[in-house]
Every structure is written in C-alpha cells, then in structure tokens.
C-alpha cells in the first residue's frame, strides 16, 4: 500500500499569512495526487486534482505542485475560512490512501 | 446541481449487518464510477469500496474485503453498501462520493460528496 505522509500535523497561522503543506508519499505516484479541504462538521471538497490542476470554484489563492514522491498545498495570504483540515490522496494505485491530514488552525 | 444522499446508517451490534444506499440526481449516474469514504470519529479519511460504471469491477482495502460489499443500480441511480460482520472499529461517517475519471491519467479522483451517514457498531 501506498502510505501519504502529511506534515505538519498541526499548523497556527494568522490571517494573511502564506503557507505550504506537505505530502509525501512512499513511493512514486507520478502527479496522481489530489488535495482536498474538510471544515468542521462539512463534507471534505476537492482543491487540486492531479497534484498542481486547478478545479473550478476554488479561490485561486489554492495551489499545488509536486510530482514522484513530494507534494505540496499552497495557500496565498489565508483567509478566516480556510481554517481546517487539509488530506492528500492518492489515485495511482489501489488500494487507494489518504494522508492523516493537516490542521489549520487560527494562531 | 449535483446530489448524493446518504441513508441507512444507525446503530447496529458487532457481528451484524447493514445497508446504506446513496440516492444521485443531478447527472448522468451510469457514466460515473462511485465511491465510499469513511471518518471515524475525529480521525481521517478512510477509503472503502468502489464500484465502475457498470458493476462490473469492484474494488476494496484489505480492512473490509470480504465482509463489505459495493453494487449500483443504475436505473435507480443509486449506490449501495452492504456491510457484513460489522465491528467497532466500523463505526463512522459514511460518504458516497462521486469518482471523476480523467482519461489522460487514466485515474480518478472524488469531484462530489454527499453529506454522510453515521453508523455506530456497538452493543
């Protein structure tokens, strides 16, 4: 199986503040990766497909890039609703894995 | 506007069975791959079970193969779940989630999710 490793676990920031999240996976998975966001008590919704591929809706202060075994979730200048919880996943291969997430949390 | 309503969740006793159905509308059911995704409580995502468009391949993690089962009616658009010898560490949320296929990548990712169904495993 194919283990997503986010890091960090936990993450304070202020609003307005540039961030990166990570997600490495342990082994390469070419761009078949995806990100998505859970705020509390809501269903999770996409970000990014195919690691660094926009979706339509999505501010576009949301980025990705990466390829092989390294990823990374941008946020530019965070905004108050963007406090949650942030899973990679992986399409690659099956069985199909998510990472354990990255907590966003108001600092 | 796309819709997936999850239903059937509840509690059950450890070693029992279950069904959930997830109702679609708002596109063309048959020509999607659907999906399920669990949450224990305050832990992340877990996936479950997926189906193709046709019911023809199905596909499952090592922790429910055997004891879950995935099927679809299309005329129904409509997904299923049937869960088997049921366990604690069974309880979640429950997300049917749609799988958008991309042919250049041949892969799929999860474009919509309905707002989940909790089932408790407990005596």
């Known amino acids: 199986d194919i283990m997503l490793t986010q890091s960090p676990a936990t993450l304070s920031v202020t609003p307005g503040e540039s961030i990166s999240l990570s997600c490495r996976a342990s082994?390469?998975?070419?761009?078949?990766l995806h990100w998505y966001q859970q705020k509390p008590n809501e269903s999770p919704r996409v970000l990014i497909k195919?690691?660094?591929q926009t979706i339509s809706g999505i501010p576009s202060r949301f980025s990705g890039s990466g390829s092989g075994t390294d990823f990374t979730l941008n946020i530019n200048r965070v905004e108050p609703e963007d406090f949650s919880v942030y899973y990679c996943?992986?399409?690659?291969?099956?069985?199909?894995?998510f990472g354990a997430g990255t907590k966003l949390e108001l600092k | 506007e796309v819709q997936l309503v999850e239903s059937g969740g509840g509690l059950v006793q450890p070693g029992r069975s279950l069904k959930l159905s997830c109702a679609a509308s708002?596109?063309?059911?048959?020509?999607?791959?659907m999906a399920w995704v669990r949450q224990a409580p305050k832990k992340g995502l877990e996936w479950v079970a997926t189906?193709?468009?046709?019911?023809?391949?199905?596909y499952y993690p090592d922790s429910v193969k055997g004891r879950f089962t995935i099927s679809r009616d299309n005329a129904k658009s409509s997904l299923y779940l049937q869960m088997n010898s049921l366990k604690s560490e069974d309880t979640a949320t429950y997300y049917c989630?749609?799988?958008?296929?991309?042919?250049?990548?041949?892969?799929?990712?999860?474009?919509?999710w309905g707002q989940g169904v909790m089932v408790t495993v407990s005596s």
């Open positions: 189906i193709s468009t046709s019911g023809s391949r199905t």
């Open positions: 996943q992986q399409s690659n291969s099956w069985p199909r894995t």
């Open positions: 989630a749609r799988g958008y296929y991309d042919g250049y990548y041949h892969s799929y990712y999860f474009d919509y």
């Open positions: 708002g596109f063309t059911f048959s020509n999607y791959y």
């Open positions: 082994q390469s998975i070419s761009t078949n």
């Open positions: 195919y690691a660094s």
